[in-house]
């Protein structure tokens, strides 16, 4: 249950539910999700770390730059169905690009 | 199915790839394995299959798929059916390809079959502000 308690801690605040929400309709560095919310940099960078502990959010990075991405495999028990797909193929078919991306290679 | 009211998701893609490599992204089983989950696919019509994830503590990982409709490189349609923590999902995903004059091709997801009632049903875009007011309210009792 540990793992559940951080999701529900993580999403507790609004600020991080709506970088959460900003993230699940698509990938993001820092600098667009500070522009997007009103809130100070270390406050955006505290909130993805507690997302990130939670498992909500992952990085990736390129370089010097990071960007942001929801993970919506880690809500799955806690949300409808609907809320949850509707994160879940634009996350997979992001894959499905890079991987079709690679074939070319 | 009882004859209640369901949703549908819809998305569209336009992805710089021939329809022919896209096909192959959706259908064939090790590709699919890395960018959706592991499976045992194989596009044939009426095939029936899972997919599968680690399981949790509150989900097996697995989704139950049967092929549908197969038209290659065009339609390709599975119902997707799981159940999580004693609650039933049975949907099904339909793949729609149209080539784009650049040489790429729109991609068209529809996954249809979503119950519209219970407590957060509300529509594809009520639906996730529900959920998340609906659990900041639940938080604020449990914290």
């Given at each position: 249950?540990?793992?559940?308690?951080?999701?529900?801690?993580?999403?507790?605040?609004?600020?991080?539910?709506?970088?959460?929400?900003?993230?699940?309709?698509?990938?993001?560095?820092?600098?667009?999700?500070?522009?997007?919310?009103?809130?100070?940099?270390?406050?955006?960078?505290?909130?993805l770390a507690k997302l990130r502990e939670a498992g909500l959010v992952s990085e990736r990075r390129e370089g010097r730059h990071?960007?942001?991405?929801?993970?919506?495999?880690?809500?799955?028990?806690?949300?409808?169905?609907?809320?949850?797909?509707?994160?879940?193929?634009?996350?997979?078919?992001?894959?499905?690009?890079?991987?079709?991306?690679?074939?070319?290679? | 199915m009882n004859g209640t009211a369901t949703q549908t998701l819809r998305f569209t893609w336009d992805l710089p790839f021939a329809a022919a490599k896209v096909w192959r992204?959706?259908?064939?089983?090790?590709?699919?394995?890395?960018?959706?989950?592991?499976?045992?696919?194989?596009?044939?019509?009426?095939?029936?299959?899972?997919?599968?994830?680690?399981p949790e503590p509150w989900w097996n990982g697995v989704v139950d798929c049967e092929v549908r409709e197969l038209e290659p490189r065009r339609r390709l349609r599975y119902s997707w059916s799981t159940e999580i923590r004693g609650s039933r999902l049975d949907t099904v995903v339909t793949w729609t390809l149209t080539p784009l004059a650049d040489g790429g091709t729109r991609l068209e997801l529809e996954h249809s079959g979503f119950p519209a009632e219970g407590p957060f049903a509300g529509g594809a875009k009520a639906g996730w502000e529900r959920m998340v007011a609906a659990l900041g309210d639940v938080l604020k009792e449990e914290l």
């Open positions: 249950m540990q793992r559940q308690d951080a999701v529900f801690r993580a999403l507790a605040d609004p600020s991080r539910r709506a970088i959460y929400e900003r993230l699940s309709r698509g990938e993001a560095p820092v600098k667009a999700l500070v522009a997007g919310s009103g809130i100070s940099q270390p406050a955006v960078s505290q909130h990071a960007y942001y991405r929801a993970e919506p495999d880690a809500v799955m028990p806690l949300l409808d169905w609907l809320a949850h797909y509707q994160a879940f193929w634009p996350e997979r078919v992001e894959r499905l690009k890079t991987l079709l991306k690679e074939m070319d290679e | 992204g959706l259908t064939d089983s090790k590709l699919l394995a890395r960018w959706l989950m592991e499976n045992d696919m194989s596009p044939e019509p009426g095939n029936r299959f899972q997919f599968r994830r680690p």
